[in-house]
């Protein structure tokens, strides 16, 4: 059983830091962040590379029919935006895991890693919600024949 | 210019490295994580559920060769995959979920911090593995 000082309160509103106050990372915390803050910046690599891949595929537009052309770009700027996102919060989680990972004792690199966590996870929460959505709705269509009702 | 004061572990015994802000923070991500969590389990099993019916009902169909062994193979990494991310995700929401009860202290902030490390890196080594899956497939010409 740990002792009441030994925790800090997420409920106690004065326990909140100020953005300079010291933090007590341990040096396994730190090299753990490192290793971390290393794979997200390869994950954030590969999420500006697809971005640029969904770019350079914009170059069939031209081929493409009217509707056709619209429906391409519609989903490719959702693809932009969707990898810029992600690409944005990994390099966010980079930074101030390699800060924390350096040494940094300001509370505010904790709070943006953090942040950033939150963010990504949230993302990728509401996305696969939405993926999953697309897909049931498209076997209910294909599958038990709601394209015969409506 | 960072100040560099790293502790030992030994040192740090009952202090935290996240304060309640980020706590708050990680607890509000644990939702998003356990759900994440739980998805790469039940379609890990699904493939493998379905792997193993295609083995079973599609055996005499299976006629040999690099296409097939390829194909088991990314099968195989593919499960594995869902269930080791699977199980790294199911750490961090236990770690981040844990906050809700006694708020942050040393070992929820080292079980955080071990917990990220694992889910980044089976993310990343997992991407890599994909990638060069893609990479071999595309120099040897398989069709899916």
């Given at each position: 059983?740990?002792?009441?000082?030994?925790?800090?309160?997420?409920?106690?509103?004065?326990?909140?830091?100020?953005?300079?106050?010291?933090?007590?990372?341990?040096?396994?915390?730190?090299?753990?962040?490192?290793?971390?803050?290393?794979?997200?910046?390869?994950?954030?690599?590969?999420?500006?590379?697809?971005?640029?891949?969904?770019?350079?595929?914009?170059?069939?537009?031209?081929?493409?029919?009217?509707?056709?052309?619209?429906?391409?770009?519609?989903?490719?700027?959702?693809?932009?935006?969707i990898n810029g996102a992600v690409a944005y919060w990994y390099f966010v989680f980079y930074n101030s895991a390699r800060a924390?990972?350096?040494?940094?004792?300001?509370?505010?690199?904790?709070?943006?890693?953090?942040?950033?966590?939150?963010?990504?996870?949230?993302?990728?929460?509401?996305?696969?919600?939405?993926?999953?959505?697309?897909?049931?709705?498209?076997?209910?269509?294909?599958?038990?024949?709601?394209?015969?009702?409506? | 210019?960072?100040?560099?004061?790293?502790?030992?572990?030994?040192?740090?015994?009952?202090?935290?490295?996240?304060?309640?802000?980020?706590?708050?923070?990680?607890?509000?991500?644990?939702?998003?994580?356990?759900?994440?969590?739980?998805?790469?389990?039940?379609?890990?099993?699904?493939?493998?559920?379905?792997?193993?019916?295609?083995?079973?009902?599609?055996?005499?169909?299976?006629?040999?060769?690099?296409?097939?062994?390829?194909?088991?193979?990314?099968?195989?990494?593919?499960?594995?995959?869902?269930?080791?991310?699977?199980?790294?995700?199911?750490?961090?929401?236990?770690?981040?979920?844990?906050?809700?009860?006694?708020?942050?202290?040393?070992?929820?902030?080292?079980?955080?911090?071990?917990?990220?490390?694992?889910?980044?890196?089976?993310?990343?080594?997992?991407?890599?593995?994909?990638?060069?899956?893609?990479?071999?497939?595309?120099?040897?010409?398989?069709?899916?």
């Amino acid at each position: 059983m740990l002792e009441p000082e030994d925790q800090y309160s997420v409920q106690n509103p004065g326990g909140f830091y100020d953005a300079n106050e010291p933090t007590n990372f341990t040096a396994s915390n730190r090299s753990d962040l490192s290793t971390a803050g290393g794979w997200a910046l390869f994950l954030a690599i590969l999420s500006i590379l697809s971005l640029l891949f969904s770019v350079a595929s914009l170059s069939v537009l031209p081929r493409l029919s009217g509707e056709e052309a619209l429906f391409t770009l519609l989903f490719t700027l959702i693809g932009l935006g969707i990898n810029g996102a992600v690409a944005y919060w990994y390099f966010v989680f980079y930074n101030s895991a390699r800060a924390i990972g350096l040494g940094s004792e300001q509370a505010k690199d904790a709070q943006r890693l953090s942040s950033s966590v939150l963010a990504t996870f949230r993302l990728f929460g509401i996305l696969t919600v939405i993926f999953l959505l697309f897909y049931l709705s498209a076997l209910a269509f294909t599958v038990v024949g709601l394209n015969r009702i409506f | 210019m960072l100040e560099t004061n790293i502790l030992d572990d030994g040192q740090a015994s009952a202090q935290s490295g996240f304060d309640p802000l980020s706590a708050s923070r990680f607890i509000k991500a644990s939702g998003w994580i356990n759900f994440l969590g739980i998805l790469l389990y039940v379609l890990g099993g699904l493939f493998s559920l379905g792997f193993l019916i295609a083995i079973v009902f599609g055996a005499s169909n299976i006629r040999g060769g690099g296409e097939v062994f390829f194909v088991f193979f990314l099968f195989m990494v593919i499960i594995a995959g869902m269930f080791i991310m699977g199980n790294q995700f199911m750490r961090l929401a236990n770690a981040t979920k844990s906050l809700r009860i006694g708020g942050v202290n040393r070992v929820k902030t080292d079980q955080i911090c071990s917990a990220l490390k694992g889910v980044f890196t089976t993310f990343g080594v997992f991407s890599l593995i994909s990638i060069m899956m893609l990479v071999l497939a595309l120099l040897f010409n398989i069709n899916f």
